[in-house]
């Protein structure tokens, strides 16, 4: 799907409807382990570190405990520390509630910061969205050009409406993607890939 950034004008107005939101709710994490089912043959990482309003990825995720509805806004600021691996990604994922939380994710619909190196065959830093039902699906909006710069904050807010359509801002720039959560509720699950990277996300809300 071809990505619609909006204009400035657009972008406030959209920035400012989003505004209007009741508090952020609390959020608790589950720490996960790795994934029993993975094919990976590499590193494992370490589990996720959460301290107060800061949590450290190093290839193994987090799910919150709680569920949501739409419309919610999830905001956070996503740190890689270094480019060590070929390429990486913080993964923000939203999952039907009950999943396994030993398995790999087999239906979800992500937004990715992906970040590819000079190992890398697939491409240059980017913005997607993937979704996943049993197992089977694709990258369905993106590749939208992106630099992850290591030490830079990237402030991130997915806004998912009434209608469940997500619009993104990264950074100040909206993006109207068009792509519906499609679960009438769902949990919240965050990532860093590869292992050998290090991400740190903080100031995650939900409201």
Not at 24 to 39: F, N
Not at 93 to 102: A, D, E
């Amino acid at each position: 799907m071809k990505p619609r950034v909006l204009t400035p004008l657009l972008a406030v107005a959209v920035a400012l409807a989003a505004s209007i939101t009741v508090s952020a709710q609390s959020v608790t994490w589950q720490i996960l382990p790795w994934y029993e089912d993975s094919a990976w043959g590499g590193f494992l990482g370490h589990p996720a570190l959460n301290f107060s309003g800061r949590l450290i990825f190093e290839g193994r995720p987090a799910r919150t405990v709680q569920t949501f509805t739409a419309p919610k806004t999830i905001t956070l600021d996503a740190t890689l520390d270094e480019r060590q691996a070929d390429d990486g990604s913080v993964d923000v994922s939203f999952i039907p509630t009950g999943l396994p939380t030993n398995l790999v994710l087999q239906t979800r619909t992500t937004f990715r910061i992906i970040y590819r190196g000079a190992g890398s065959s697939t491409g240059s830093d980017a913005l997607t969205i993937e979704q996943l039902t049993n197992g089977s699906g694709s990258e369905v909006w993106g590749e939208v050009p992106f630099v992850v710069e290591a030490g830079k904050s990237n402030r991130i807010r997915i806004a998912i409406g009434s209608d469940s359509k997500i619009t993104l801002t990264v950074n100040n720039v909206v993006y109207v993607t068009g792509i519906v959560v499609p679960y009438s509720t769902f949990q919240v699950q965050v990532s860093g890939w590869q292992p050998l990277n290090r991400w740190t996300v903080r100031n995650f809300r939900v409201q």
